[in-house]
Every structure is written in structure tokens, then in C-alpha cells.
């Protein structure tokens, strides 16, 4: 494993015992939600089960918190018990668009109710590009066990706690394409611009030319220059729906830089009040 355990190579994966880790193909496509699964159905990495953002990773039912809700934790204990999970098994999350559709909400869901998860670091493409075997068809059907999980409040911040944090010295990081952050142009949600206060760093920073995770050196210094001196700790990330801006959390988390949270609800869930303030431009 490299880049501080968080991420994985495609080779080091394969080498892994079979028993010893839970892979978890997260390939999803917001304009097609049933893509992802149908791609899984065609290829996928042997011993792989499938997430769909929507069904498994978001709560759809719940209104008001972005398009992307967390799920309960019982909900969550659920699905990881659907898919097998056992206890001290570690869980590595794939998807083929860097990590950020849906593999680092994953992981970031994970690593919040204490579970040791990576991210395959390039994806899908990277396995591919490895020459390295895949199944096709339905997962394997696996025993379920019973999972009892333990969230950490801590991790997330919701719109209360929000006001507070942007009343004194901490940062929220968007990570949204800059047009959308500026409010250029806004293809999903409600308004254009961002929150008041917010800086930008799109997540596709985090990634080089090739779709993999660029050294822990080079986003440390990068994330340096956009902190502007803030500790991790004071850093919230969002972006459109609470998913992308996992991809931050888990470039910070390679570069070392541990301790900061998401706004769960994110941009959706901030403009669904049209009374809060909207900001546009850099």
C-alpha cells in the first residue's frame, strides 16, 4: 500500500489474500445511475461487490440534506452486512473516475465508524491497464454476519455547527469545478456560486495527467497553499452533494494531513433554503 495506507496499487491489491479484504466496485454515473451496476454485471475486479451511490451509500428519503443524504449507521451496518463484511476485514473501494463517483465516500464512510478502507489508487482503468483478470455477472453470494457499527459524530458537520465554524478561523474547502464555484455555470442544483467565505480546490487537482493520485509531497504542498495556515482539524470540505469533496478528505489524508470533516449536505443541501447567502466569483 502507498500514499499512508489510504490508497492501494492494482498490483499490491491482486496480491492480497482473498479472505483478508473486501472489494467494493463503486462505479456510478449521476446522468445514468443504473450504469455503474450494469458495468460491474459486465466486468469487474474478481471477488468485487457492487455499491451503488444512490441505493447504498446516500438515503434518498431524506429531504433537505443535499442529494446525497449519509445513510443511517443502522442502514449502513446493513449493507456492509449484505455484502459479507467481517469484523477486522479491510475494505478496498474502486470506482473509474479517479476515486471521486463514489469510492472515497466510501472510504470516508468507513473510516468513520472505524472500519480500515482503501482506495484503489487509479481505478478501474488501473486494473484494466495492469492486465490483471476479471469476473463478470452477479457478486458471489456471501454469508451475512452481523455488523454492529459506531459513527463518529465528529467527522460531519451539519448546517448549525456550520454557522458557528464560518463565525471564527475555519476553512471550507469547495470541491467543485471552478466554473460552478464561481457560478459560471450550475447543471444540477438549485443556484449557482458558493457559500460565503468558502475557498476552492477542485478535486481534480488531486489526480495527474494519467487518473492516479499524484505523490503525498506534491498535495501536501499543494493543499499548504490553500489552507493559508489553517490546521486539518479546522478544515470542512463540501462540494455538490457530500461525494466529491470526500475526494479532498482522502488527498489530505495522503498527504498526512489528517482531522478534517465534511459538510454532509454540501451545496444541494445549502441552497434548498433559499434564504441562505450566495456568493459568486473567486
Same mark, same amino acid.
Given at each position: ?35 455503474? !451496476?450494469?458495468? &460491474?454485471?459486465? *466486468?469487474? %475486479? ?8 444512490? @441505493?447504498?451509500?446516500?438515503? +434518498? ?77 452477479p457478486a458471489t453470494p ?5 455488523? !454492529?457499527?459506531? &459513527?463518529?459524530? *465528529?467527522? %460531519? ?8 465554524? @464560518?463565525?471564527?478561523?475555519? +476553512? ?26 468558502a475557498r476552492n480546490r ?31 482539524r479546522d478544515v470542512v ?46
Amino acid at each position: 500500500m502507498n500514499k499512508r495506507n489510504v490508497l492501494i496499487e492494482a498490483n499490491a491489491l491482486a496480491a492480497l489474500q482473498r479472505e483478508s479484504v473486501l472489494i467494493v466496485d463503486c462505479r456510478f454515473a449521476l446522468a445514468d445511475p443504473g450504469k455503474g !451496476e450494469r458495468d &460491474f454485471l459486465e *466486468a469487474h %475486479v474478481p471477488g468485487a461487490v457492487y455499491a451503488s451511490l444512490d @441505493r447504498d451509500l446516500s438515503d +434518498l428519503s431524506i429531504k433537505g440534506m443535499g442529494r446525497h443524504p449519509l445513510p443511517s449507521v443502522t442502514a449502513f451496518a446493513q449493507t456492509l452486512s449484505r455484502w459479507g463484511w467481517r469484523q477486522g476485514q479491510r475494505v478496498v473501494a474502486y470506482d473509474d473516475a479517479g476515486g471521486a463517483l463514489a469510492a472515497a465516500r466510501l472510504w470516508w464512510m468507513l473510516e468513520s465508524v472505524g472500519i480500515a478502507a482503501s482506495v484503489l489508487d487509479g481505478g478501474w482503468q488501473a486494473w484494466k491497464a495492469a492486465g490483471l483478470a476479471v469476473e463478470n455477472g452477479p457478486a458471489t453470494p456471501r454469508a451475512a454476519t452481523p455488523v !454492529e457499527l459506531h &459513527f463518529d459524530p *465528529a467527522r %460531519v458537520v451539519y448546517y448549525e455547527e456550520l454557522e458557528v465554524l @464560518r463565525g471564527n478561523d475555519s +476553512l471550507l474547502l469547495d470541491a467543485r469545478a471552478a466554473p460552478r464555484f464561481r457560478g459560471e455555470s450550475e447543471p444540477l442544483d438549485r443556484a449557482a456560486g458558493h457559500i460565503p467565505g468558502a475557498r476552492n480546490r477542485p478535486f481534480s487537482q488531486n489526480l495527474d495527467a494519467n487518473g492516479y493520485f499524484k505523490s503525498s509531497d506534491t498535495l501536501r504542498s499543494e493543499f499548504a497553499g490553500v489552507l493559508g495556515g489553517h490546521a486539518p482539524r479546522d478544515v470542512v470540505h463540501m462540494c455538490g452533494s457530500g461525494v466529491t469533496a470526500c475526494h479532498n478528505l482522502l488527498a489530505m489524508e495522503a498527504a498526512g494531513l489528517s482531522g478534517s470533516r465534511l459538510f454532509a449536505p454540501s451545496w444541494s443541501g445549502w441552497v434548498s433554503d433559499p434564504s441562505r447567502p450566495v456568493a459568486t466569483g473567486d
